[in-house]
């Protein structure tokens, strides 16, 4: 059967992972829409199901090398572009100066994203995956950017720039030499 055959593109943990990308996907739908709840509940479904792809991707032996290209891809739209577009839509930008600063600081965070999971995806061709991270995991910056979004929502910080400094650091982190366990 193609669900336990580690050969299909349309195997059991990659159908999980492609409601991965949906989740992300709808959720940004949601965040143009203003919805940010419903999007941030998506989110968490998102993260979820990049959980469990990995999970069957194991018990199952499903793994090859689309399950993983895709993984990242589905990382790519759920824990950097996602949560990049959450917090840029949901901050007051007062004029096109701030928006078009706001807009590069998320530009150097999604391109700080790709980079992380390119380089991820080599030294896993190359076998150098250790039992620790070095630099912050995709899913844990979407987090960080999350609690931005609930920081700034509630008025916690609502200074703009002092807000986007701290996206450029997660940003900057994401492909450092800090070193995260594995869960």
């Known amino acids: 059967m193609f669900l336990y055959n580690k050969n299909s593109h ?6 999980v992972t492609f409601a991965n990308i949906s989740a992300g996907l709808i959720a940004m739908y949601f965040i143009q829409q203003g919805n940010f709840f419903i999007a941030i509940v998506l989110a968490w479904i998102a993260g ?3 959980i469990i792809d990995g999970k069957i991707a194991r018990k199952y032996n499903l793994s090859c090398e ?8 589905a990382d790519f ?9 959450l917090l840029f839509y949901a901050m007051e930008k007062g004029n096109g100066f701030e928006t078009a600063i706001a ?4 530009i150097y965070y999604i391109i700080s994203g790709l980079r992380r999971l390119i380089e991820f995806n080599i030294q896993s061709e190359e076998g150098k995956v250790a039992k620790h991270f070095v630099g912050v995991p995709t899913p844990l910056g979407a987090i960080l950017l999350w609690v931005l979004y609930l920081v700034y929502s ?6 703009l ?3 986007l400094v701290m996206v450029a650091v997660i940003a900057y982190l994401l492909n450092s030499k800090v070193r995260i366990p594995h869960p």
């Open 10 to 15: 349309f195997n059991l943990a990659n159908l």
């Open 48 to 50: 979820a199901f990049d």
């Open 66 to 73: 689309f399950g993983i290209q895709i993984d990242s891809f």
């Open 77 to 85: 739209i759920s824990f950097v572009i996602m949560p990049s577009f």
């Open 103 to 106: 807009g590069a600081v998320f």
């Open 154 to 159: 509630y008025g916690v910080i609502t200074n």
């Open 161 to 163: 720039y002092l807000i």
